[in-house]
């Protein structure tokens, strides 16, 4: 390690670093004996930036050239930045260092392209390899799928990345064609297709056969950028949810757009990225993966933009009243978990802690339910406030009043989402009484 | 009656044997080393008995279900006041109900003893997130850590895992003690002469490995530049990667000033 190759990393980690995807979840790769590294279930942060995000994987590009000139990036070509390459070598021993150090989950490597998009893909997979085989390295591999690459390229950089990505970056291909001419949504969404069949077609023999090494175990993922094209939100989470479904993807990622390349009259004007709206972005995603809601429930067909001012799940709740209150002694929990103020955790806990008794205010207020927003939408043993008789935006003023007097709010941004998973890596030992130092100090 | 013992698990479940045995109910539990003379309660000093402590973990064990089970001694290790009191129940009620009730969270036991428990399992995480090895001349990596709970007996197994090939040395300053592991076996060890400073952990230079300090440098200067300057929120970093941490973490105690490019 070298004082050039410092300056690099400085350089390629700047150029990186609005890629979103943060995530190192998803695998879970075991050691193997002699080598170094696993990749644990839940994903890590290893440490916060400045900015609260989680840092987690060096993430980094193997070169910022371009021989691409997309008017919303960076790294375009006609940009005059500081360049710089890192050599496969290079890489491999950043991730190896930063990795014993325990600095970081693994690495998420993507680059701008060289010479051609085979030339770039085949040294990105080459760093993977060398990982992999030489380092004996088993921890967590994020490699970019360059669009363009030969279909033999991206199957070997499936063979050793846990997770591949090919960025769709604007929603629609005509918005597409005018930022970034020389790019479209079929030269993206072929490589995804050929991803996402190929992780099918390996999980089924896997099923049939021993011994058959996982295919991008941790899946796909992709980014959207938001705001610098004028695709609605309602189209944005169509995009997502046919994704979801049919491509099979991992994560969908959106990123607010930070104006960059002011210069060009394509881009809209913005004083900064959009974030609010990128979290309720964020927020409608989390319903669908983890809440069961379809894009259709969060945005129907007459509303093409998000709530700002409130959540997506009030927002649902508010035109839905005639499907509350719910009963939470009662109720399957499906219904429980669509009660704004109850999360994921807190309805699991509802229906274990409700075989034992009847729950109460004081009961639920335990658990953690944000009761005073929760207390419009559900009845309990003590506690029943008809909704009915109020109208949405009654309701809807009472909450966000209630909201305003609580001092010292959250700030709102997507990093709420992405706070450090409460599970410990299954990796952790089930206690035993077999160690002896168990005194406490 | 207050019952005393030796301040380890497994005296704690040796106590909650001879309750079972004798029929007792304690008043209290207590480490003998917290205990105050007090006039007109009875006292006794409970022996720690491995067999016994088994024998109580054992039953308990079978009785919560496998996402449970980290909970007793997890809640244990978290040393709160009157924690023994409140296992104590979580246990009777563990051993008496017909169903596990280790997600019974309408009782005040169980809560309070997952609560406590998701406090030093979170404490647990924050060592597996934020522990640092530096790599030192003779090829240790080694990790000062300073954690508010006794938790290294709970994370060991996955550095282990993780770092298969590496000899490593995970030090808890606050409670001199640590585990090293060379690559076959990890042991509990106490250093008696310290070649670190023990308030932070830190190494003096020319005892580190030549690279070291490259790293470190690479590691800070890697955090600041994938900050998005326009989004600065110090609050949130804090909220999820607390000061307390900061002195063992390369990319925030600003001590790898050393070297010198
Ligand atoms: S191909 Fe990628 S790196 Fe190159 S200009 Fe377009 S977005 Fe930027």
């Given at each position: 390690?070298?004082?050039?190759?410092?300056?690099?990393?400085?350089?390629?980690?700047?150029?990186?670093?609005?890629d979103?995807?943060?995530?190192?979840?998803?695998?879970?790769r075991?050691?193997?004996?002699?080598?170094i590294?696993?990749?644990?279930a839940?994903?890590?942060?290893?440490?916060?930036?400045?900015?609260g995000?989680?840092?987690s994987?060096?993430?980094?590009?193997?070169?910022?050239?371009?021989?691409?000139?997309?008017?919303?990036?960076i790294?375009?070509?006609?940009?005059?930045?500081?360049?710089?390459?890192?050599?496969?070598?290079?890489?491999?021993?950043?991730?190896?260092?930063f990795?014993?150090?325990?600095?970081?989950?693994?690495l998420?490597?993507?680059?701008?392209?060289?010479?051609?998009?085979?030339?770039?893909?085949?040294?990105?997979?080459?760093?993977?390899?060398?990982l992999?085989?030489?380092e004996?390295?088993?921890?967590?591999i994020?490699?970019k799928a360059?669009p363009?690459?030969?279909?033999?390229?991206?199957?070997?950089?499936?063979?050793?990345a846990?997770?591949?990505?090919?960025?769709?970056?604007?929603?629609?291909?005509?918005?597409?064609?005018?930022?970034?001419?020389?790019?479209?949504?079929?030269?993206?969404?072929?490589?995804?297709?050929?991803?996402?069949?190929?992780?099918?077609?390996?999980k089924?023999?896997?099923?049939?056969l021993?011994?058959?090494?996982a295919?991008?175990?941790?899946g796909?993922?992709?980014?959207?950028?938001v705001?610098?094209?004028?695709?609605?939100?309602?189209?944005i989470?169509q995009?997502?949810?046919?994704?979801?479904?049919?491509?099979?993807?991992?994560r969908?990622?959106?990123?607010?757009?930070q104006?960059?390349?002011?210069?060009?009259?394509?881009?809209?004007?913005?004083?900064?990225?959009?974030?609010?709206r990128?979290?309720?972005?964020?927020?409608?995603?989390?319903?669908?993966?983890?809440?069961?809601?379809k894009?259709?429930?969060?945005?129907?067909?007459?509303?093409?933009?998000?709530?700002?001012e409130?959540?997506?799940?009030?927002?649902?709740?508010?035109r839905?009243?005639?499907?509350?209150p719910?009963d939470?002694?009662?109720a399957?929990?499906?219904?429980?978990?669509?009660?704004?103020?109850?999360?994921?955790?807190?309805?699991?806990?509802?229906?274990?802690?409700?075989?034992?008794?009847?729950?109460?205010y004081?009961?639920?207020?335990?658990?953690?339910?944000?009761?005073?927003?929760?207390?419009y939408?559900?009845?309990?043993?003590?506690?029943?406030?008809?909704?009915?008789?109020?109208?949405?935006?009654t309701?809807?003023?009472?909450?966000?009043?209630?909201?305003?007097?609580?001092?010292?709010?959250?700030?709102?941004?997507?990093?709420?989402?992405?706070?450090f998973?409460?599970?410990?890596?299954?990796?952790?030992p089930?206690?035993?009484?077999g160690?002896?130092?168990?005194?406490?100090? | 009656?207050i019952?005393?013992?030796?301040?380890?698990y497994?005296?704690?479940?040796?106590?909650?044997?001879?309750?079972?045995?004798?029929?007792?109910?304690?008043?209290?539990?207590?480490?003998?080393?917290?205990?105050?003379?007090?006039?007109f309660?009875?006292?006794?000093f409970?022996?720690?008995?491995?067999e016994?402590?088994?024998?109580?973990w054992?039953?308990?064990?079978?009785?919560l279900?496998?996402?449970?089970r980290?909970?007793?001694?997890?809640?244990?290790?978290?040393?709160?006041?009157?924690?023994e009191?409140?296992?104590?129940?979580?246990?009777?009620?563990?051993?008496?109900?017909?169903?596990?009730?280790?997600?019974?969270?309408a009782?005040?036991?169980?809560?309070?003893?997952?609560?406590?428990?998701?406090?030093?399992?979170?404490?647990?995480?924050?060592?597996?997130?934020f522990?640092?090895?530096?790599?030192?001349?003779?090829n240790?990596?080694f990790?000062p850590?300073?954690?508010?709970?006794?938790?290294?007996?709970?994370?060991?197994?996955?550095?282990?895992?993780?770092?298969?090939?590496?000899?490593?040395?995970?030090?808890?300053?606050k409670?001199d003690?640590?585990?090293?592991?060379?690559?076959?076996?990890?042991?509990?060890?106490?250093?008696?002469?310290?070649?670190?400073?023990?308030a932070?952990?830190?190494?003096?230079?020319?005892?580190?490995?030549?690279?070291e300090?490259?790293?470190?440098?690479?590691w800070?200067?890697?955090?600041?530049s994938?900050t998005?300057?326009?989004?600065?929120n110090?609050?949130?970093?804090?909220?999820?990667m607390?000061?307390?941490?900061?002195?063992?973490?390369?990319?925030?105690?600003?001590?790898?000033?050393?070297?010198?490019?």
């Open positions: 390690m070298n004082d050039s190759v410092h300056e690099k990393l400085k350089i390629l980690a700047d150029a990186a670093k609005f979103v995807s943060c995530s190192s979840s998803g695998s879970s075991a050691n193997q004996a002699g080598g590294g696993n990749a644990v839940c994903g890590i942060c290893h440490s916060f930036t400045e900015d995000r989680c840092v994987l060096l993430k980094v590009l193997m070169t910022n050239h371009c021989i691409y000139d997309c008017a919303y990036c790294n375009r070509r006609s940009n005059d930045r500081p360049r710089a390459t890192l050599t496969v070598q290079e890489l491999t021993d950043l991730t190896i260092g990795y014993r150090r325990n600095y970081i989950e693994g998420f490597l993507s680059s701008g392209v060289i010479r051609n998009p085979d030339y770039t893909m085949e040294r990105m997979v080459l760093v993977a390899k060398k992999r085989l030489e004996r390295y088993n921890g967590y994020h490699l360059i363009g690459a030969s279909r033999d390229l991206i199957r070997e950089a499936g063979i050793f846990d997770r591949l990505s090919v960025n769709i970056e604007i929603p629609t291909n005509s918005e597409l064609k005018r930022l970034a001419p020389e790019k479209d949504h079929q030269e993206i969404f072929s490589p995804m297709g050929f991803i996402s069949n190929s992780i099918a077609e390996n089924e023999n896997r099923r049939k021993h011994r058959v090494p295919f991008v175990p941790a796909q993922s992709t980014q959207l950028i705001g610098a094209s004028p695709e609605s939100d309602r189209q989470l995009l997502a949810s046919g994704l979801y479904d049919v491509q099979k993807l991992k969908v990622y959106y990123s607010g757009y104006p960059v390349n002011e210069y060009d009259k394509r881009l809209p004007v913005l004083q900064s990225a959009p974030l609010v990128e979290n309720r972005l964020y927020q409608s995603d989390w319903l669908m993966r983890f809440y069961k809601y894009a259709d429930e969060i945005l129907p067909p007459d509303e093409p933009f998000l709530d700002l409130i959540d997506p799940k009030l927002a649902w709740a508010l839905n009243l005639h499907l509350f719910v939470v002694n009662h399957d929990y499906e219904m429980i978990l669509r009660i704004p103020g109850v999360g994921v955790q807190s309805a699991q806990r509802i229906i274990a802690a409700r075989k034992f008794s009847n729950l109460n004081g009961h639920l207020t335990k658990i953690g339910v944000v009761m005073k927003r929760a207390r939408f559900m009845v309990n043993t003590d506690l029943r406030i008809p909704v009915s008789g109020m109208l949405p935006d309701l809807r003023r009472q909450i966000l009043l209630a909201d305003k007097n609580k001092k010292a709010t959250q700030p709102d941004t997507q990093l709420k989402l992405f706070s998973p409460e599970v410990l890596p299954r990796a952790l089930e206690s035993s009484v160690y002896k130092k168990t005194g406490v100090v | 009656m019952l005393l013992y030796d301040h380890t497994e005296g704690f479940l040796s106590v909650v044997f001879e309750c079972y045995r004798r029929k007792i109910t304690p008043f209290r539990i207590l480490p003998e080393t917290h205990y105050q003379e007090a006039l309660v009875r006292k006794e409970i022996p720690t008995n491995p016994h402590a088994e024998r109580v054992n039953g308990l064990t079978a009785r279900t496998p996402a449970t980290h909970v007793p001694l997890s809640a244990f290790l978290s040393g709160e006041p009157d924690i009191m409140a296992l104590y129940r979580f246990m009777r009620l563990a051993f008496m109900a017909e169903q596990p009730i280790g997600d019974n969270f009782d005040p036991d169980v809560l309070q003893v997952r609560k406590s428990s998701r406090r030093v399992m979170q404490e647990a995480m924050r060592m597996v997130q522990a640092r090895f530096q790599l030192t001349r003779d240790i990596y990790a850590v300073s954690p508010a709970y006794d938790v290294l007996p709970l994370i060991m197994q996955h550095f282990r895992d993780r770092f298969a090939d590496q000899h490593w040395l995970v030090y808890d300053l409670r003690y640590g585990y090293y592991f060379n690559t076959a076996e990890v042991e509990e060890v106490s250093l008696s002469q310290k070649v670190f400073n023990i932070d952990g830190s190494v003096r230079n020319d005892m580190l490995e030549e690279g300090a490259v790293y470190q440098t690479m800070n200067d890697y955090c600041r994938i998005i300057r326009e989004r600065l110090l609050r949130l970093q804090k909220q999820h607390p000061r307390r941490y900061w002195k063992f973490l390369p990319e925030k105690s600003g001590k790898n000033t050393k070297y010198e490019s």
